[in-house]
């Protein structure tokens, strides 16, 4: 069985799982030859286009794993009956983290007081608390989950908000969103770049949104209308921490840098000390769950159900 990693250090842990598997290391440069045998693809982590286009030369290939939790990227490269499987969970503890910091940061004003150190200037004045907050999560998945674990030791109320309402677990639909939104204090977006939530954040969206409050985006830059946010920003109606952008990377002279009250930083959430180990564990057990004809774990589209050896029904439906 041939696997591709995007790690060395994932080669040995991946040998091990059976005799009869071969791992070759593709970063996105260098295509090994063993092109034509890859049945189980593991792809780099901030990957480009250009380094997906080789699923087209797979003919074998029957799973596609990446190493993000988001998969937009990698759904035009998906080639028919093959599955594709994300990294969900992976990312949850530093994207988190990374949301919290963003929250805390912004509403105590540390960009603030860190430029006023540059300048050796000691100014202190009264600035929002997290605590007694209200956070609306938009996107209540396993990133929201792990997000509201973390907000509650701060005092803040948490809105769990998803694509289907789940009364049972205190989640509310999309549809019930423009109510939800005028009380907030904090929106946190952390779902998937999608048709439906794409520019979701829109006029209308910032517009209800209560006055000064604040916009977390560690989802997808793309959710938001960045056209949309500026002008918001521009009459202090909202203030924003972001993760992500639309551009993304963001063009050196692009208006949103220089935006008031604004915080941004650059697609990092869940690119942290975390990461390298969580994504070697969650190899290490699909190629396992593969090689040994178990279902695989964090199916997003294709077929879900294949093993090693077996041809690929290419008739297979894509989600
Ligand atoms: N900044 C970073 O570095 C970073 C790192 C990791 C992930 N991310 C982003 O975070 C996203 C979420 O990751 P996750 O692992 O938490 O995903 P997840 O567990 O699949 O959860 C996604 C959540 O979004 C909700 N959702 C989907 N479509 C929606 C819509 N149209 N309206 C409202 N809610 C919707 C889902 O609702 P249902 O359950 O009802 O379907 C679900 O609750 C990823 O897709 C990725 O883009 C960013």
Request: glycine fraction near 8%.
């Amino acid at each position: 069985v041939r696997i591709w990693v995007p790690y060395s250090e994932f080669v040995a842990d991946v040998e091990a799982l059976a005799p009869d598997i071969e791992v070759d290391v593709y970063k996105g440069d260098t295509v090994p030859a063993s092109i034509g045998d890859v049945e189980f693809f593991v792809t780099p982590y901030a990957v480009t286009p250009e380094a997906l286009v080789v699923t087209a030369d797979m003919p074998r290939l029957r799973v596609m794993q990446t190493l993000s939790a988001g998969y937009e990227h990698a759904l035009p490269y998906l080639p028919a009956g093959v599955t594709l499987c994300n990294a969900r969970g992976v990312h949850d503890a530093s994207t988190a983290e990374l949301a919290l910091a963003l929250m805390l940061a912004s509403l105590r004003r540390i960009p603030e007081f860190v430029r006023n150190q540059e300048r050796h200037e000691w100014r202190g004045a009264q600035y929002p608390a997290l605590a007694d907050k209200h956070v609306l999560i938009l996107g209540y998945g396993s990133i929201g989950a792990a997000i509201e674990q973390r907000l509650l030791p701060f005092e803040a109320t948490v809105t769990r908000v998803a694509r289907r309402p789940r009364p049972q677990d205190g989640v509310h639909g999309i549809a019930e969103l423009p109510h939800l939104l005028s009380s907030a204090d904090v929106v946190v977006l952390v779902m998937p770049l999608t048709a439906e939530t794409k520019r979701l954040v829109d006029a209308d969206f910032l517009a209800r949104m209560k006055t000064g409050a604040l916009l977390v985006n560690v989802a997808r830059g793309g959710i938001v209308d960045t056209d949309a946010l500026l002008d918001a920003l521009e009459v202090g109606a909202v203030r924003a921490a972001l993760d992500v952008t639309d551009p993304e990377p963001l063009p050196e002279d692009h208006p949103l840098w220089d935006a008031p009250g604004i915080l941004i930083s650059p697609h990092v959430g869940g690119n942290s000390s975390a990461f390298l180990p969580r994504a070697h564990r969650l190899v290490r057990e699909q190629v396992a769950r593969f090689v040994n004809g178990e279902p695989l774990a964090n199916v997003v589209a294709g077929p879900g159900v294949v093993s090693s050896g077996t041809p690929r029904d290419v008739g297979a439906a894509r989600e």
